[in-house]
């Protein structure tokens, strides 16, 4: 365990169906992140939290919703997916946004849409 | 073409072998990342370097700010360190990190 949780590990749905990636760090780092890893791809980054606020979004579909309630919490909210959005999800935090110290990734959420 | 580049994209080794992976970026950056991750997803922060030579166990990280260029070197190499290894370079006009698309490495006994 590296400190961030990732949950659930393995997730299938279909493309109707609804349903949330859930992250959690107790490292009491205050950036968190969503990354997509697709097969041959270079991490994608796509949502950055600081302090519970959105400070990025790079151009990621609205299907894809993200939520942070509270500093050790991040949610990424799915619906109405596309096959070509199965990828791994890594979830990761550090101390401060755009500073590296204690970068941590969790284990991922492996997600296949069918 | 992606400002990381990773060499080679696929290695074999031999059990006890050195093995080098090498990263050339091309954006100005303030740190660099040598990053793995083991079948089933989850990475490990390896080495965060903005200069010279890091040292952990038989892991060596290099890097030539002038050359653009980063090396991880594995001394006595074990199937253990079978994983793929992710360069990321912090820089470039947005100081984003960006990453390279890995080295999958496999040490077979």
């Known amino acids: 365990e590296t400190g961030v949780t990732q949950t659930p590990r393995h997730l299938v749905m279909g493309m109707t169906n609804k349903k949330s990636l859930k992250c959690e760090q107790h490292?009491?780092?205050?950036?968190m992140y969503w990354y997509k890893q697709s097969a041959k791809k270079p991490l994608e980054l796509m949502f950055v939290?600081?302090?519970?606020?959105?400070?990025e979004n790079n151009s990621v579909p609205s299907r894809f919703s993200p939520e942070c309630p509270n500093s050790s919490h991040l949610f990424l909210h799915l619906h109405t997916l596309q096959p070509e959005d199965s990828a791994l999800y890594l979830c990761a935090s550090s101390q401060v946004p755009g500073q590296d110290y204690g970068y941590t990734f969790g284990s991922g959420t492996r997600l296949t849409v069918v | 073409k992606n400002e990381v580049e990773q060499s080679p994209q696929n290695l074999t080794a031999q059990e006890g072998e050195f093995i080098t992976i090498n990263c050339s970026y091309s954006v100005g950056i303030s740190a660099l990342h040598w990053l793995q991750q083991h079948p089933g997803g989850g990475i490990v922060s390896l080495f965060m370097?903005?200069?010279g030579k890091k040292k952990h166990g038989r892991l060596i990280a290099t890097i030539n700010i002038q050359e653009k260029h980063s090396s991880l070197h594995i001394t006595a190499s074990h199937p253990r360190d079978s994983a793929v290894y992710i360069c990321?370079?912090?820089?470039?006009?947005?100081?984003?990190?960006?990453f390279g698309t890995g080295t999958l490495l496999a040490v077979q006994p």
């Open positions: 990321a370079a912090r820089g470039g006009a947005t100081n984003k990190l960006i």
């Open positions: 939290y600081s302090l519970e606020e959105r400070v």
């Open positions: 370097l903005s200069s």
């Open positions: 490292l009491g780092h205050n950036a």
